[in-house]
């Protein structure tokens, strides 16, 4: 699997959009894009996933760049909730010894009032 | 749904103990799989499964054994239990599908060997 880089931490306030980065330069032609994040310890949450086109879910939406080498989550008017660390993760869409989801350390969301 | 629930949500372990972390899910998925996650870091793939009777090795399996006698059940068991296997332990289901890849992850079971 491609590997993502991905700053440490973010801050933003609230009610104002998110818009977290991930690089992925050595991506492959059938690896897609997965963003999940993990509350205080909870366990992960998938966000939403994409292949090349931009995508868009009642959470989040993702941007992929036309050459597919980075992207971007945008949680479009973030709320304390949404802090939390977001991992962003490349991988080809299907399970067993591949489908296991390779986490980085993500990037620490802090969503202040 | 309950989707995925793991039992205890904490225990506390001599060394040389054993135990079995439980964990179920009722969304009828396929896949399987059992993380841990070291403080600070991301996780890492201990044991996953295709089906019942079939399991497979993962990043990190040593010390660590499982089962899958069933769809529902993946039970995750520590045979002698020493102070590297403290970590928090996530269970994960998926629908194994090609293009229904979705992880779904329980609440975790926060391990402490001392």
């Known amino acids: 699997d491609a590997k993502t880089t991905q700053p440490p931490s973010m801050d933003c306030a609230e009610g104002r959009a998110a818009n977290l980065p991930c690089n992925h330069s050595t991506i492959s032609g059938n690896e897609y894009v997965y963003w999940y994040r993990q509350i205080h310890s909870q366990g992960p949450q998938y966000i939403i996933h994409g292949l090349k086109n931009n995508e868009t879910n009642e959470m989040a939406s993702l941007i992929i760049t036309e050459d597919r080498k980075s992207s971007t989550l945008i949680l479009p008017h973030a709320t304390l909730r949404d802090t939390a660390v977001y991992y962003c993760i490349v991988r080809v869409n299907y399970g067993g010894s591949q489908g296991n989801l390779i986490f980085g350390k993500g990037t620490k969301l802090s969503v202040k009032p | 749904n309950a989707g995925v629930t793991q039992t205890p949500k904490f225990r506390i372990l001599k060394i040389g103990q054993s135990m079995t972390l439980q964990c179920a899910q009722d969304?009828?998925?396929?896949?399987m799989y059992w993380y841990r996650q070291d403080p600070g870091m991301g996780l890492k793939l201990i044991y996953y499964?295709?089906?019942?009777?079939?399991?497979d090795k993962g990043e990190v399996p040593n010390g660590y054994n499982v089962s899958r006698s069933t769809t529902e059940d993946f039970p995750l068991r520590l045979e002698l239990a020493a102070p590297s296997q403290t970590s928090v332990y996530f269970c994960?289901?998926?629908?194994?599908?090609?293009?229904?890849?979705?992880?779904?992850f329980g609440p975790g079971t926060r391990l402490l060997v001392l």
């Open positions: 499964s295709v089906g019942a009777g079939i399991t």
């Open positions: 994960a289901s998926s629908q194994g599908r090609a293009g229904q890849e979705t992880q779904y």
């Open positions: 969304m009828n998925h396929n896949y």
